[in-house]
């Protein structure tokens, strides 16, 4: 069974830092792509960005280019995603989803998703 | 905005069937795939169609996904009361951005 778990959400102050991990199970994680994707409290889905199963290859929405970073140790089966100078616009639960392909380029979809974990910027 | 147009709500009572649609352009549904997600309330969302009509082992039949040209849609037949929830359809841009509607709360009356 594919499990994904989320942690390191929580309260940080506009301008901070915070590292959010999602600790995978139940398939070959280096296998397969993945991908972050956001939810503003009452808003849609946003993606955030995605990391080829390999780490090789990382793709990141305007949004927060420059300021996230996304990255996997396989060794752990854990995916990471840093997030710097965090804003206000960046509060929302923050998901971990498994790609169905190991490749970003083969533009596939998410098939299975963690519980989230929520970030709060706020002073 | 989303860069994927659906409407915002949609509704239905049990038995009948509903379509959610999803509008998008020539860079995002008209090359890609699209995929359809269901957010139960206070739930992660949960894939329900991919890869334009295909159907995970699990979901009910009642729910299928058809695409033409730009646009996509999501059809529920015999509407239950349990499928109350939030729908988002999905594809990759050929910018190597992916891209979601903007979500369409269904309400079964």
């Known amino acids: 069974e594919v499990q994904l778990l989320e942690s390191g959400g929580g309260l940080v102050q506009p301008g901070g830092s915070l590292r959010l991990s999602c600790a995978a199970s139940?398939?070959?994680?280096?296998?397969?792509?993945m991908s972050w994707v956001r939810q503003a409290p009452g808003k849609g889905l946003e993606w955030v960005s995605a990391?080829?199963?390999?780490?090789?290859?990382?793709y990141y929405a305007d949004s927060v280019k420059g300021r996230f970073t996304i990255s996997r140790d396989n060794s752990k089966n854990t995916l990471y995603l840093q997030m710097n100078s965090l804003r206000a616009e960046d509060t929302a639960v923050y998901y971990c989803?498994?790609?169905?392909?190991?490749?970003?380029?083969?533009?596939?979809?998410?098939?299975?998703w963690g519980q989230g974990t929520l970030v709060t910027v706020s002073s | 905005q989303s860069v994927l147009t659906q409407p915002p709500s949609a509704s239905g009572t049990p038995g009948q069937r509903v379509t959610i649609s999803c509008s998008g352009s020539s860079s995002n549904i008209g090359s890609n795939y699209v995929y359809w997600y269901q957010q139960l309330p206070g739930t992660a969302p949960k894939l329900l169609i991919y890869?334009?009509?295909q159907r995970p082992s699990g979901v009910p039949d009642r729910f299928s996904g058809s695409k033409s040209g730009t646009s996509a849609s999501l059809a529920i037949s015999g509407l239950r009361s349990e499928d109350e929830a939030d729908y988002y359809c999905?594809?990759?841009?050929?910018?190597?951005?992916?891209?979601f509607g903007g979500g369409t709360k269904l309400t079964v009356l």
């Open positions: 890869r334009n009509n």
């Open positions: 990391i080829s199963g390999s780490g090789g290859s990382t």
């Open positions: 139940g398939f070959t994680f280096s296998s397969y792509a």
């Open positions: 989803a498994k790609e169905e392909d190991s490749s970003i380029a083969a533009r596939r979809g998410l098939d299975y």
């Open positions: 999905a594809a990759w841009d050929d910018s190597l951005s992916r891209v």
